[in-house]
C-alpha cells in the first residue's frame, strides 16, 4: 500500500507542477496507456481487467469532454467534442460487441490528438532540445 500512496503522492504533485495543455497531454497518455492495457487484456481474454481498462479510458475521456467549452471554443471544441463520442461510443463496441479492432481506432484517434496538444505544450521542462 505504501508504494501505490507513494506513487500517487508523485503524480499529484506532477499535474500540480503543469500547464493546463501539459495536463491534457498526461491525460492522453494515460487514456492511451489503459488502449493498450485493454488490448493485453483481450489477449489473455481477461474480461475483468478489459472491462477496468475500458472503464479508466472512459473516465479520462470523460474528464476530457467535460472540460470543453463548447460555447467558447467554437468549432474546434465541437470537433473535439465529437471525436471524444465516437471515442466513447468504440470503446463501448469494444465492450458489448468484442469488436477489438475498434481498439486500433481509439488508439489511432488518441495518438493524433496527443501529438497534436503535445506541439502545443512545447518540450517538456528538461526535456532535450533537437
Not at 71 to 94: F, K, W
Amino acid at each position: 500500500m505504501t508504494h501505490r500512496t507513494g506513487a500517487d503522492a508523485y503524480r499529484r504533485i506532477e499535474a500540480q507542477s503543469r500547464s493546463p495543455v501539459e495536463l491534457v497531454v498526461m491525460l492522453y497518455d494515460g487514456a492511451l496507456r489503459f488502449v493498450a492495457e485493454a488490448r493485453r487484456a483481450v489477449a489473455r481474454r481477461d474480461i475483468a481487467a478489459r472491462g477496468a481498462a475500458i472503464d479508466r479510458t472512459l473516465a479520462i475521456i470523460a474528464q476530457l469532454q467535460n472540460t470543453l467549452d463548447l460555447e467558447c471554443g467554437g468549432p474546434i471544441a465541437q470537433e473535439l467534442d465529437r471525436l471524444y463520442a465516437y471515442i466513447n461510443s468504440r470503446l463501448l463496441d469494444v465492450t458489448l460487441r468484442q469488436e477489438t479492432g475498434a481498439l486500433d481506432e481509439v488508439q489511432k484517434v488518441l495518438t493524433t490528438l496527443r501529438d497534436g496538444w503535445a506541439q502545443i505544450a512545447g518540450p517538456s521542462p528538461g526535456a532535450p532540445q533537437p
